[in-house]
């Protein structure tokens, strides 16, 4: 397994202009929080069916008992981890990566979506997902700091879910 985006993907030159290395730092901060619950509640769910209901899984307990800044930041170490270590076995965190980009409302910063989308393109094309989290969170965003979404590989966009209770 090589790693394919981190520190590195954040502050070189490219699409997207490199963030401040304090808003970086502020992500990995936020995103070390969240990081032991989320190997935890990855590894658990490796070892149970596939095909459970989201809900009921480990990685759906997590995200269900997380506000929406946890949440994103919990997104984003997904999204981070997984560009990182693209393989048979990221299944389960691209599960996670998939139900968090469904949620909408999570409040998104113009920043966060830069940081994962230099991931992404870091990435290169071997991780299918690579879009996935950051296509969505940047359709959260007010439309003048989304970023130019023509010039992104064309992937699927989860379906926008409502939070359960609302109508």
């Known amino acids: 397994m090589a790693s394919v985006a981190g520190w590195a993907a954040a502050s070189t030159s490219g699409a997207f202009p490199p963030l401040p290395r304090a808003v970086v730092q502020a992500f990995y901060r936020r995103m070390r929080a969240v990081a032991p619950a989320a ?16 809900s009921d899984t480990a990685c759906g307990r997590l995200a269900g008992s997380l506000d929406d800044a ?8 997904t999204h981070h981890w997984c560009m ?9 965190g691209r599960r996670l990566v998939r139900e968090i980009a469904a949620r909408p409302g999570l409040g ?4 966060e979506v830069r940081w994962m989308l230099r991931e992404s393109f870091s990435a290169g094309p071997a991780a299918a997902d690579r879009f996935t989290l950051p296509r969505a969170a940047a359709g959260q965003l007010p439309p003048a700091d989304r970023p130019a979404l023509a010039c992104w590989p064309e992937v699927e966009v989860p379906r926008q879910r409502r939070p359960e209770g609302s109508r």
């Open 108 to 111: 998104w910063t113009a920043d």
């Open 84 to 92: 990182r270590f693209y393989d048979d076995d990221t299944r389960v």
């Open 39 to 54: 190997v935890g509640a990855i590894e658990r769910d490796r070892a149970t069916d596939p095909e459970r209901a989201f």
């Open 70 to 77: 946890g949440l994103r930041a919990l997104g984003m170490w």
